[in-house]
């Protein structure tokens, strides 16, 4: 049921309670009616009543109809899915998420992860209070003057993916954007995948004091994930070195020899 925004004032008129009462019933079930629907729907209900004594009634309370709420547009569909658009190459497709924790004083910690989809390397683990549109476009632009600019980026719908300054950013960079589904998480599996590690591995044992210890641990488990961890889905290498053997997903090597991507 909708919930009604109408502001009610605390004073009415004596004589008019039960009229009052029966006016708010009616509006806390339909919160777009005005007084003259509200008025239309009492009368079929039995009420001997004029209009103006509905609107007098209506006024006193300091009811009126809410503004419409403008409608969003979710970004996002199923054809995204990393399952329909799979990576064919090293920095093809990267997919990347927030995962959120705290310190030890219970402020708030927000990460970032970049993760390389076909190499399954994690390019960044970036750590704040709170990480803003600019940030990441920083943590981006970072990573594009290393790598190269990816083909596509996989994410949610969260508003820090759909926020305007990044799209621009994106877009004016070539880099389309693969939203997935609203709701769909699984979508963005090898986000959800390399999360459940950060979570497992990282958040749930290291307690950090502050921003400053998180961001000194969280890149020392960053470079142990890329080169000390054998990873299954890559037959037990690690990132980094089945991503050094990787060609770009349009270098002329890999369009020649079709390299083929290790199973999921």
């Known amino acids: 049921m909708a919930r009604s925004t109408h502001q009610f004032r605390p004073t009415r008129k004596a004589d008019e309670g039960p009229l009052a009462d029966a006016i708010l019933a009616v ?4 919160p777009r009616f005005g007084y003259r629907r509200v008025w239309a729907v009492l009368v079929a209900a039995g009420w001997r009543v004029n209009r103006k004594r509905v609107y007098r009634a209506w006024r006193r309370l300091g009811l009126k109809v809410p503004k419409k709420a403008r409608k969003k547009r979710r970004l996002g ?6 399952g329909r658009r799979r990576a064919e190459g090293r920095d093809h497709v990267w997919c990347w998420d927030f995962v959120h924790d705290r310190t ?17 390397e994690c390019l960044a683990l970036e750590v704040g209070r709170g990480l803003t ?30 926020a305007k300054a990044v799209r621009r950013w994106l877009g004016e960079r070539g880099v389309e954007v693969l939203y997935i589904e609203p709701g769909s998480p699984w979508q963005n ?3 959800e995948s390399f999360h459940g590690k950060v979570r497992d591995e990282l958040l749930a044992v290291e307690e950090f004091g502050s921003l400053g210890e998180a961001v000194v ?3 020392e488990w960053r470079r142990s994930y890329n080169h000390d961890r054998p990873h299954s889905s890559l037959g037990y290498r690690t990132p980094a070195g089945y991503g050094a053997s990787c060609p770009r997903y349009d270098s002329a090597s890999l369009r020649r020899t079709g390299d083929t991507k290790v199973s999921v």
Do not use: M, Q
């Not at 030890?104 to 399954?120: F, H, I, M, Q």
């Not at 990441?136 to 949610?156: M, N, Q, Y």
């Open 27 to 30: 509006v806390r079930k339909h």
């Open 77 to 82: 569909s199923s054809d995204n899915a990393c």
């Open 104 to 120: 030890a004083d219970g402020k708030a910690l927000k990460w970032l992860s970049v993760v390389d989809e076909y190499t399954r």
């Open 133 to 162: 549109a600019r940030r990441v476009t920083e943590v981006l632009g970072r990573l594009f003057a290393e790598r190269g600019v990816p083909g596509h980026i996989r994410s949610d719908n969260g508003p820090e993916f759909i």
């Open 189 to 191: 599996g090898y986000a």
């Open 217 to 219: 641990l969280g890149a």
